[in-house]
């Protein structure tokens, strides 16, 4: 169970430089998503343009690389993307303002508080790559898959919503793909976990684990609601 909504990441790395903390000042504001009213709900399609077809998360977007592309290869997609560390948030801004990408909204915070707020049966797509592994026996709290997260989750995504994760942690792996399998509402429909498809752009973690040779898994799973 990981009901505790205490965060242990870091949320600041290096001083940001002047550029970034240009956008953090004026970009952001005009992106972040704000929480609403104490029991009401965010309309996450007012956050974007009326032609939006679906709306996608990611989780831990990291320093916004594969957010960045995901965006601009799907123009009529409402993207979601939740980061708590400031230096991931720049970048990602960084990438936005270079390539005028008008579909991105940011979470900058803990996602398990967007969860609080987001309507049931409101997401087609959820990305959640390298998350931290939190490989120590003593911080199996800490992880993020799983039943708490699941849960919360398989509330949010609709019917047939995909699910994609990654991760190159030996521990990591193995606890992912158990709670995966012990979770009813995820059906596994990865064909080969080590090969990633074309719409699955590299990220910094990937590019870390290749320089170190750990292998990394590539996993999807498709939600389903049980009638
Ligand atoms: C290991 S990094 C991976 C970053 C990126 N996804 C990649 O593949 O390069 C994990 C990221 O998830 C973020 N993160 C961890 N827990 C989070 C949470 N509960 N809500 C939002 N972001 C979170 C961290 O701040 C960190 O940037």
């Not at 870091?10 to 940001?16: A, I, K, N, T």
């Not at 960045?68 to 980061?83: L, R, T, V």
Request: hydrophobic share 40%.
């Amino acid at each position: 169970m990981c009901i505790d909504l205490r965060f242990f990441g870091r949320r600041r790395g290096r001083p940001l430089h002047i550029k970034n903390k240009i956008l953090i000042d004026t970009l952001l504001p005009k992106l972040s998503i704000k929480e609403p009213k104490l029991n009401q709900y965010l309309d996450p399609w007012a956050l974007f343009a009326s032609n939006t077809r679906e709306l996608w998360l990611e989780i831990g977007f990291g320093s916004g690389e594969h957010l960045a592309w995901q965006a601009g290869a799907n123009p009529d997609i409402g993207f979601i993307g939740c980061e708590i560390f400031l230096n991931g948030i720049a970048s990602l801004l960084s990438y936005i303002d270079r390539q005028n990408l008008k579909n991105i909204r940011i979470f900058a915070n803990d996602v398990r508080h967007l969860f609080l707020i987001m309507p049931p049966t409101s997401l087609y797509r959820v990305f959640l790559l390298f998350p931290d592994p939190w490989p120590k026996r003593r911080h199996i709290k800490r992880r993020f898959i799983c039943h708490d997260n699941l849960d919360q989750l398989s509330l949010l995504m609709v019917d047939g919503a995909e699910l994609r994760i990654a991760t190159d942690d030996n521990i990591a792996k193995a606890w992912i793909t158990n709670q995966m399998k012990n979770y009813k509402n995820f059906q596994n429909i990865t064909e080969n976990p080590l090969v990633k498809s074309e719409d699955w752009p590299i990220t910094r973690y990937e590019i870390k684990a290749q320089e170190q040779c750990r292998q990394s898994i590539f996993l999807r799973y498709q939600h389903y609601i049980e009638n």
